[in-house]
């Protein structure tokens, strides 16, 4: 007499016994789990080899930046002392890269390396505040502009119009140059020439395109499916803007910060280079550059070094942001793990 196949043990069906079905299970667990946008954008950036020498670069800039005072104290030349007897030649030119000044000198004698690594503080320094400053007053004037809609949108869409309209340089030069004589008064604080002031003007003249930029994203948002069910179980405005509109504009404000960092850079040193910026005997990479034009002749290394240092610093973090833009962005090629 046959066994039913219903009757029939499980093994002898050729049915998995409970101990391989429990691993199975767990194999297909692992093989399906999930992952967040933000693991996945930085598996994509961790294979981004371009990316990730751009960081080392960046890294490398910071800790040059951080231990300047290493530095000076290593090659026992200070960053505003001057060597006119060792650190020029008889006829008064900057001395050529040797052991005991590495990069050179300057036209007064001081030191290059030390500077350009004191520079290097000033020019992350300016960048990353005007980037904060830059994002922070754009997104948040894109955010109440693209969420609000009719009259608030049209009145800061018309101050982005403006803003966008004025030529930042004659501005910035306009302003530097009077606040030099005339030092600005905004309530408990003073501002003169130097650090606070270009950060200000590069920050008043840049969070335009930020807001532009957010407040085209917030439309496309506003009207999605889950801003309506917020609303519907009666969330307010500004919890809405903050709990649901703005994660998801996050990282189109995170791309534009890594790609605003060398504008705001770049911004800073022609500042200084038109001597409207940092200050001197403050180091500053644009005045060395600005001092170094009567010298390229004769001197090579003047310019040369302060250049290659804001332009390995600019093309870093431009990689990066690139890099970051490729990773982030939903619409590009997606992970293949």
Same mark, same amino acid.
Do not use: C
């Given at each position: 007499m046959l066994t039913p196949p219903e009757a029939?043990?499980?093994?002898?069906?050729?049915?998995?016994?409970?101990?391989?079905?429990?691993?199975?299970?767990?194999?297909?667990?692992?093989?399906?789990?999930?992952?967040?946008?933000?693991?996945l954008a930085f598996e994509r950036l961790?294979?981004?080899? =371009? $990316?990730?020498?751009? %960081?080392?670069?960046?890294?490398?800039?910071?800790? !040059?930046?951080?231990?300047? &005072? #290493?530095?000076?104290?290593?090659?026992?030349?200070?960053?505003?002392?001057?060597?006119?007897?060792?650190?020029?030649?008889?006829?008064?030119?900057?001395?050529?890269?040797?052991?005991?000044?590495?990069?050179?000198?300057?036209d007064l004698g001081r030191t290059l390396l030390v500077r350009i690594a004191y520079g290097a503080r000033v020019s992350l320094l300016v960048g990353v505040l005007a980037t904060l400053m830059t994002v922070t007053?754009?997104?948040?004037?894109?955010?109440?502009?693209?969420?609000?809609?009719?009259l608030v949108d049209t009145?800061?869409?018309r101050a982005v119009?403006?803003? =966008? $309209?004025?030529?930042? %340089?004659?501005?910035?030069?306009a302003?530097?140059? !009077?606040?030099?004589?005339? &030092? #600005?008064?905004?309530?408990?604080?003073?501002?003169?020439?130097?650090?606070?002031?270009?950060?200000?003007?590069?920050?008043?003249?840049?969070w335009a395109t930020v807001a532009r930029i957010v407040r085209g994203q917030v439309i496309a948002i506003r009207s999605r499916e889950y801003i309506e069910a917020a609303r519907a179980l009666g969330a307010s405005s500004w919890r809405i803007i903050v709990f649901d509109v703005l994660p998801n504009v996050l990282p189109t404000i995170i791309v534009y910060a890594t790609l605003l960092i060398p504008v705001s850079i770049v911004a800073e040193a022609a500042l200084s280079y038109l001597g409207v910026g940092i200050?001197?005997?403050t180091a500053d990479w644009g005045s060395m550059i600005a001092d170094a034009q009567s010298y390229y002749q004769q001197?090579?290394?003047?310019?040369?070094?302060?250049?290659?240092a804001l332009l390995m610093t600019t093309l870093a973090f431009n990689i990066l942001g690139d890099g970051v833009r490729d990773a982030i962005d939903p619409r590009g090629t997606p992970f293949k793990s």
């Open positions: 029939a043990a499980p093994h002898e069906l050729g049915a998995p016994s409970d101990e391989r079905g429990s691993h199975l299970s767990v194999r297909g667990a692992r093989s399906i789990e999930g992952r967040s946008p933000w693991r961790r294979r981004d080899r =371009l $990316s990730l020498v751009a %960081l080392g670069v960046i890294l490398l800039i910071v800790l !040059v930046a951080i231990f300047a &005072p #290493l530095i000076a104290k290593g090659t026992g030349h200070g960053v505003y002392t001057q060597y006119p007897t060792t650190g020029l030649t008889p006829t008064g030119l900057p001395r050529a890269p040797s052991s005991a000044f590495p990069l050179g000198t300057d007053i754009g997104a948040a004037l894109g955010l109440v502009a693209g969420y609000f809609g009719k009145l800061i869409a119009d403006v803003m =966008l $309209s004025i030529p930042f %340089l004659l501005f910035a030069i302003l530097a140059s !009077v606040v030099s004589v005339t &030092p #600005l008064h905004l309530g408990p604080l003073t501002l003169g020439k130097g650090i606070p002031i270009v950060v200000l003007v590069i920050g008043i003249f840049s200050p001197p005997p001197a090579w290394w003047f310019l040369t070094f302060p250049s290659l």
